[in-house]
């Protein structure tokens, strides 16, 4: 009989609990995932009709999805949202917007630069839950899969062929950054 190995996490005096680190991870993954819809329906408000609108209308409702099975597990464990939900819903549809004003090249750009941080960001909770929380591992593996076709998406719409792509993604990288460090605490 074999005996698969259960990864255990090594606590460290001063972790936070594991019921602590759950909350947490659900009140930010569901603020980004709703700044993730908020990006995409600027981008299909001003880029809706064009011929790339199909594909970022696909993406959008893969967002939906995600952002929905969010809701479901936040209200199921009693977390609240972030407090932050009503600046989310500005700031990211600021976001989508202004970048495909400048053209579906930028607003494929600003989705590359945001998916790198968000798959580095799941794949950072699916190392560390391992074999524990089964249900929304699955759900995190699911959900970077699809983000990976999004990024691969806007790199096939030559998105890093922009000029000025390193200071985009540069900069939407901090402030994804900082979206996640803010939406973990408040
Ligand atoms: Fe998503
Ligand atoms: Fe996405």
């Known amino acids: 009989m074999t005996t698969a190995r259960k990864k255990t996490r ?7 609990s594991h019921k602590h680190y759950v909350a ?14 908020q990006i995409y329906a600027g981008q299909l408000a001003v880029l809706g009709k064009k011929p790339v609108g199909k594909t970022i209308q696909h993406m959008a ?17 009693r977390v609240r ?13 600021a976001l989508g ?26 794949q950072k909770q699916i190392e560390y839950l391992g074999d524990d929380e089964v249900e929304l591992v699955r759900c995190l593996k699911k959900f970077r899969d699809d983000e990976d076709d999004h990024r691969a998406t806007g790199c096939d719409h030559d998105a890093t062929t ?13 402030g994804c950054r900082l979206a996640i460090w803010l939406s973990e605490r408040v």
């Open 10 to 16: 090594q606590r460290l005096p001063g972790d936070i």
């Open 24 to 37: 947490r991870a659900l009140r930010v993954d569901h603020a980004g995932e709703f700044g993730a819809k």
């Open 61 to 77: 409702a893969q967002e939906e999805e995600h952002w929905q099975a969010f809701e479901k597990m936040l209200r199921q464990r």
């Open 81 to 93: 949202p972030t407090a932050l939900m009503p600046f989310w819903r500005v700031a990211g549809f």
């Open 97 to 122: 917007a202004g970048t495909a004003m400048l053209g579906p090249r930028a607003a494929m750009a600003c989705t590359v630069a945001v998916e790198e941080v968000i798959i580095d960001h799941y």
């Open 162 to 174: 922009l000029p000025y792509y390193p200071l985009l993604r540069g900069a939407i990288r901090r």
